[in-house]
């Protein structure tokens, strides 16, 4: 009984770690693929750090599966100190380079896509942004929105589906909003539209007080809510990143893997199918956050790529390593701050 009730407990979190894990091997795949592609020499591929398993040497490259589950990596010749080697990352050109930076990400966004139309093929229909019907006393009718109008901008940010248009009713104190609609074929901005709203952990949130209309389900519609899902969870990643450095939510509102892989967990232990959007919005955030324009993150590595092309001039090696060195210190050390805060709202 013991035995189970551990097993019962911990494995939603090993389903988690797993998941994460995967992630990861998906976006160092996107390196390795690019890598052979373009002629760089892959030294190793790796699953996992710490203490070695067990490994294979195909080729030029070494595969191995470390005991820690905890990432993975695909070394390159060449990529963090110089070489003679004429295959060497280091030796390629800007293009072929770039390729290569930003591949980890792509295949993280691509993946993203497929989770979110595996999660649209049960569906029988598909929700839009255009006003059906209201509830009863609705307040945002008696503000001016009317049926029929189609919403296409909260308070000026683009809304591409109903994904984003709940991100776009959080965290507005005065419970009033300009939204920009689409009535009888023309565009309206409707100012200081009103909605009940309720304050949860802080965060105020409007309540939404209609219907939407119902989209019929088609090889075409399919296709484009795919899309138009997928732009939403980029659109609302770099939204909610922005809004942290305006202020708007407090370090309270970030997670890190600690309080992430807890989510996921309590996510897991009621429904493993509920899993799938999770891991999109994951999936598509690892890849964008990778291209942030940030030392030792992919990003950071594109930037120097860029200014390469625009210079026709390469930053020493030595100068790029000490940079990315530093902006590696500075991450590890809010990744340790924020787990912190993470494990200390779990105990609490």
């Known amino acids: ?33 690019a ?6 020499k892959v030294n190793e591929f790796a699953v996992g750090f710490g203490p070695k398993l ?7 490259t070494l595969y191995r599966v470390n005991l820690l589950p905890l990432g993975g990596y695909c070394a390159m010749e060449g990529e963090d100190e110089g070489s003679q080697d004429s295959r060497a990352f ?19 966004i691509l993946f993203g896509i497929i989770l979110i139309g595996i999660t649209l093929i049960p569906q029988k229909s598909f929700s839009t942004t255009t006003v059906a019907r209201f509830y009863e006393n609705s307040v945002s009718e008696k503000s001016g929105l009317k049926v029929g109008d189609k919403i296409v901008a909260v308070e000026g940010r683009k809304i591409f589906s109903t994904y984003d248009l709940s991100y776009a009713f959080t965290n507005i104190e005065d419970g009033k909003i300009d939204i920009t609609v689409v009535r009888d074929g023309e565009k309206k901005t409707l100012n200081d ?49 922005i ?76 100068y790029e390593s000490l940079i990315h060195g530093i902006g590696f210190a500075i991450l590890l050390t809010f990744m340790a701050l924020i787990t912190v805060k993470d494990i200390w709202g779990l105990i609490k």
């Open 1 to 33: 009984m013991i035995v189970i009730f551990i097993w019962s407990n911990i494995w939603p979190y090993l389903v988690a770690v797993g998941l994460f894990l995967i992630l990861i091997i998906i976006h160092e795949f996107g390196h390795f693929i």
């Open 35 to 40: 890598a052979k592609a373009v002629g760089i």
């Open 54 to 60: 067990f490994s294979k040497k195909k080729g030029e």
């Open 90 to 108: 280091c030796n390629k050109s800007a293009i072929k380079r770039l390729i290569v930076v930003v591949m980890g990400a792509t295949f993280n």
């Open 193 to 241: 539209v009103k909605f009940a709203s309720e304050k949860i952990e802080d965060i105020d949130y409007l309540k939404v007080d209609f219907y939407v209309e119902p989209q019929k389900k088609t090889p075409l519609t399919f296709i484009s809510q795919a899309v138009s899902t997928s732009v939403s969870y980029c659109a609302v990643i770099y939204r909610s990143l």
């Open 243 to 318: 809004d942290l450095i305006a202020g708007k939510y407090g370090i309270s509102a970030m997670s890190g893997p600690v309080g992430v892989t807890a989510a996921i967990g309590n996510v897991a232990k009621q429904s493993l199918s509920a899993l799938i959007p999770i891991m999109a919005l994951i999936t598509i955030n690892l890849g964008l956050f990778n291209l942030l324009p940030f030392p030792a993150l992919d990003g950071g590595r594109l930037l120097f790529i860029i200014v390469e092309i625009i210079t026709r001039k390469k930053v020493p090696q030595k």
